[in-house]
Nanobody, 125 residues
Framework: QVQLVESGGGLVQAGASLGLSCAASGRTSSLYNMAWFRRAPGKERDLVAAIRWSSGSTYYAASVRGRFTISRDNAKNTMYLQMSSLKPEDTAVYYC??????????????????WGQGTQVTVSS
């Protein structure tokens, strides 16, 4: 099993920047992919960005491409999400997720079976 603990988040104004971190523990040698998802009020959980743990290859949702940056520090078993030019529509609970089975960079929700507790990001206009 992999345990995930998120940190960061909070309340910021539109246009500001904010960073999230996700520390992984447990079977970290089994990590294939990690990702950030978010759930806005009244909406489903959507992928924000994903990263292939070994190569660092990344994928971004169109809505955040160019504004958000996903990265990882393999030595620290930590994933990051740097968010800039934040918009009110970025308001959501952000979840860290890990996949230990898929041998390619995956953006499918169903492939991620380890989850953090979620952290709230609120962007005021």
């Amino acid at each position: 099993q992999v345990q995930l603990v998120e940190s960061g988040g909070g309340l910021v104004q539109a246009g500001a920047s904010l960073g999230l971190s996700c520390a992984a523990s447990g079977r970290t040698s089994s990590l294939y992919n990690m990702a950030w998802f978010r759930r806005a009020p009244g909406k489903e959980r959507d992928l924000v960005a994903a990263i292939r743990w070994s190569s660092g290859s990344t994928y971004y949702a169109a809505s955040v491409r160019g504004r958000f940056t996903i990265s990882r520090d393999n030595a620290k078993n930590t994933m990051y999400l740097q968010m800039s030019s934040l918009k009110p529509e970025d308001t959501a609970v952000y979840y860290c997720a890990a996949d230990i089975d898929t041998t390619f960079l995956t953006i499918r929700l169903k492939d991620y079976d380890h989850w953090g507790q979620g952290t709230q990001v609120t962007v005021s206009s």
